[in-house]
């Protein structure tokens, strides 16, 4: 038989990024491509006792199906974080459990969204993004992110003359893969112009916690009187990425579409993780414990962005984050980037070209992403020197 | 803001079995309705041991990021008990791991169905796969399930009345919810029909290792030749719903097609639980867990059906499954079905109602489904009991 896909998913290719990974497996190379939290920052000692004690005392509901919505436990003590830490809260909202931030924003897409309809985001952007709005259908259209946030006069044309937009997909803070974060002033100037325009805001913050340097800026959703946008976060960068725990809050009428579409998916988010990470925000101290990977993470970036300093030719620019896993290194004209992402790779460093990140897939980027959170600190400096040399190659 | 939500989730409700379950927070009600297995069906020591090996010597990868196809150890297994249990095997097939077997169904139809495309279905059939084909905008086409399976003539009729049918979903053994196990003829017929007018078969198996009496029969998948069946199952009934582990095997190029939607749904299932499934697997004896829940759900069975024979009037059927989690029950005509359900409601006794599992959800149901392996032995038999004392008030 010859098989006959979707419209949606028939020319939807693997990405990039997982091809780039599947030349990790050489251990060989030194890998700056990921984004994977760094395995110190998991409480595995912590979470160990608690699973035990779960075991012990509460397996047959740990181990049963459960409700759709998530652990109400862990709701309540995501509601309370988002309050204290965030300044979320505000009356008509509802607060759900998903496997992932990823799963948020899939299900947010297939809720508000049609075939054909338009998702509106920064370019460059999360590629796990694109790809769920892709897998929905929908169109992908991108909008410059500069070093203060989103182009908002490119925004307004971009609305303009975008048939459909419905949601406009933003990571306002240690954006992935820019590393930047935008500003307050930037936040309300977009969050007025999705209000005039109807446009959903779906405001994904998942390294909000990750701040190693500056003031905190408050999120969009902390200002959202009129209940436009969706909130996403999720324990993947400090408790553990691989147990797949998310949550997202946002106007009750849209969560409530998105729970009904999250029932078909996988009716629950893995119940026994929901417990542990309850339990964990209860009987540990969290702060304390993000303030061990901010430590980690502030060392790690310093280390990486010191040897950019030493090792790399002037006209290669980079971003200096504040949080976040990752800085974004921007070529001159003269470098094909495509070939310095390949060249570097021959030499065993690898790192993601920027063209992965766009919404539009063809456009081209003379960028690429350094992830500083996995590699070990000699990965680090042997791997930017590499990086360095690369680049002094194609300059000459 | 006014919310407008996408064509295919706009007029979705929540399930009306959800309803039902609010219900059952009332503790005074014997509940028949839920699809529970049964807690004493999950090895909690076992699993002790293992997570607290796991934390001990493999954390780092358990807790980090993986890859979206699943834990290999774990599809490995699987494969070999495809084989040595249900006959499956054979190339051009590729074996991925899910979040329950629910996430199976959904990244399949929406892999395959355009909005507006059909899936034919038995009538009844599982709510979960009806809702997911509708969540991604498929129309539901229902087929009568007959004690032998489904109607072939019918089946045949119906695909030629329907335009873009692309898929026919079944539960041969065991259905959800009628009880019923369909013959090695009637699947080789299904298979015939579906082969010559190209349609890919869905074959669900969740319930196939609870056999408790009779003879197994070749699962579908099992005689696929021409690569047409995509097959389904999890460890939700053997080892833990509430983890979400399910698997799907299947033509490789659809896989691979899944493989991109779910890597945007949820990027992976929960890692550490799917290491502790390859870890039960390998160093305990399944077979031996398995005989034990097959004897419980035998006895439970046998008493329901003992129940049922004893105070039921004679006009209710019922079905006498030879396995499984249900006992399908049709009320004479004289007998409003919705009227039954709400008395017994009114009398304690939760039982979902028929027409919850049409294809067509306004068409009537003289049916309700019975559950046997959540309530306790004393509930069976004073539930079933109210059950025939509210059938006979109603026929007087």
Redesign the interface.
């Known amino acids: ?1 010859k ?7 028939a020319n ?4 990039a990024i ?1 091809e780039i990974f599947k030349s990790l497996s050489d251990p060989s190379i030194i890998s700056f491509a990921a ?3 760094s ?1 110190l920052s ?1 409480p ?1 000692k912590e ?2 006792e608690i ?2 004690d779960i ?2 005392n509460e ?8 409700v759709t919505e998530g652990y109400s436990p862990l709701i309540s003590d995501v509601n309370r974080r988002m309050k204290e830490k965030f300044g979320i809260d505000g009356e008509g909202n509802q607060t759900i459990i998903t ?2 931030g ?2 948020a ?2 299900l947010a897409c ?6 054909g ?1 338009a998702v509106i985001c920064e370019n460059p952007t999360f590629i ?1 993004a694109l ?2 709005f892709r ?1 929905n259908g929908a169109k992908t259209v991108g909008v410059t992110l500069g070093d203060y946030g989103i182009d908002t006069t490119e925004l307004e044309e971009t609305i303009k003359r975008t048939e459909n937009a ?1 949601l406009l997909y933003v990571i306002p803070t240690f954006q992935n893969p820019a590393g930047s974060t935008s500003t307050l002033d930037n936040r309300k100037r977009l969050y007025e112009i999705a ?1 005039k325009n ?1 446009l ?1 805001i779906f405001e994904d913050n998942p390294y909000g916690e990750l701040r190693f340097e500056g003031e905190e800026i408050p999120t969009i959703k902390s200002f959202d009187t ?3 946008v969706i909130y996403c976060s999720s324990f ?1 960068k400090i408790l ?5 725990i998310g949550y997202v809050r946002g ?1 009750s ?2 969560i ?2 998105m ?3 999250k ?11 929901q417990m542990m990470c309850h339990r964990y925000l209860n009987e540990y101290d969290l702060d304390a414990h993000i303030e061990e990977i901010r430590a980690l993470y502030r060392k790690k970036c310093t280390l990486m962005l010191e040897c950019l300093d030493k090792y790399m030719p002037r006209e290669i620019k980079y971003t200096r984050p504040s949080g976040g896993l990752f800085i974004w290194c921007t070529l001159p004209e003269k470098i094909n980037s495509s070939e310095f992402v390949n060249l570097a790779l021959k030499n065993k460093v690898a790192v993601v070209p920027g063209a992965t990140f766009n919404a539009d897939e063809s456009a081209p980027s003379q960028s690429f992403r350094l992830n500083y959170s996995t590699p070990s600190d000699d990965d680090i400096v042997r791997g930017v020197k590499i990086l360095g040399d690369t680049a002094h190659e194609l300059l000459k």
Chains 1, 2 share one sequence.
């Open positions: 038989m098989y006959t896909f979707s419209n949606k998913l939807m290719k693997p990405s997982r984004g994977n939290p395995p998991f595995t979470l160990s699973a035990a075991f012990e397996s047959a509901a740990a181990l049963q199906y459960s496997s992932g990823q799963q924003i899939e297939k809720a508000l969204c049609n075939e309809d796990g790809n769920a897998s419905k209000l109807d959903i009129e209940r436009i993947s553990s990425a691989g147990m797949r106007p009428e849209i409530q579409k729970v009904i579409a029932q078909v998916e996988d009716v629950h988010t893995n119940i026994f993780f």
